[in-house]
């Protein structure tokens, strides 16, 4: 058999520009997952996943394949207590100072309607936010939660009604110990005129309709609901709240951020 010469290896080329790449790698990969919940069972879903590393200057190219690489070696499933352990291979493989990995996938809770009782499975999007700079990791939670708003300027004004809308809020949080993701999210619902729900019969339509009445709240009533119980929180020690109105009386939506660091 003939001597195949070595093929090249372009990545590790040196580069004259002697410019650093921040971050450099694979973004959209979809991959298996599964994510401990409250209740420490186990709920299986599908991330859509990015890795990247630093490239220092006299680098050419990264090697693409060995982000895969690094997430194959975990078997078919990736345990999302695995990640600061992928992040630390990541740097070792790639002789990278930072690795980042993020992980956004929809995550399940069965809701049980108000009046009737009836069970279904609400779904809301959850985000991992992970990074290393040489031994320091960083973890960020985010999740983005619908939820029910009415006007309290239209109630106020109004002879009979008020208008309402869908709005979504997105809480990302650092914290010291576990914050789990259904808690989050019950805050988030909470501050909300009301909470929104897969399955309902008419009795829930009802009270559902008229607690959202009961309880009007402006985008910035709900972002100010929402960090004070973030305050209160004993584990969480930076947040960043937003929450979106998409207005039902106008072609834009209303929109409030407040952000502790």
């Given at each position: ?11 590790n080329l040196p580069d004259h520009r002697q410019i650093k790449i921040d971050q450099v ?41 060995r982000f895969v690489e690094v997430l194959n070696s975990h078997g078919s499933l990736v ?71 009415l006007c309290p300027c239209s109630k106020a004004i109004s002879a009979y009604g008020a ?99």
């Amino acid at each position: 058999m003939k001597n195949l010469a070595p093929l090249a290896d372009q990545q590790n080329l040196p580069d004259h520009r002697q410019i650093k790449i921040d971050q450099v790698g694979v973004k959209g990969l979809r991959y298996p997952i599964q994510v401990r919940d409250k209740a420490h069972s186990i709920q299986n879903t599908i991330a859509t996943m990015s890795m990247t590393v630093d490239l220092p200057q006299e680098f050419k190219g990264t090697h693409m394949s060995r982000f895969v690489e690094v997430l194959n070696s975990h078997g078919s499933l990736v345990h999302v207590e695995n990640i600061s352990t992928i992040l630390f291979e990541l740097q070792n493989k790639l002789h990278a100072e930072a690795a980042h990995l993020t992980m956004e996938f929809p995550y399940f809770i069965e809701k049980t309607a108000p009046v009737s009782g009836a069970k279904g499975l609400v779904d809301y999007q959850a985000r991992f936010e992970a990074s290393v700079l040489k031994k320091e990791l960083d973890f960020l939670l985010t999740v983005i939660v619908p939820v029910t708003t009415l006007c309290p300027c239209s109630k106020a004004i109004s002879a009979y009604g008020a208008h309402n809308q869908r709005g979504y809020v997105t809480v990302s949080i650092r914290f010291i110990n576990t914050v789990w993701i259904e808690e989050l999210i019950s805050i988030i619902e909470s501050s909300a005129s009301s909470e929104i729900f897969s399955l309902l019969k008419r009795p829930d339509e009802k009270q559902v309709t008229e607690r959202a009445y009961d309880n009007p709240v402006f985008v910035e009533d709900l972002v100010r609901n929402i960090a004070l119980k973030l305050n209160e929180h004993p584990e969480i020690t930076s947040y960043k709240v937003e929450a979106e109105n998409m207005e039902s009386i106008h072609n834009h939506s209303a929109y409030a951020c407040i952000v502790k660091k």
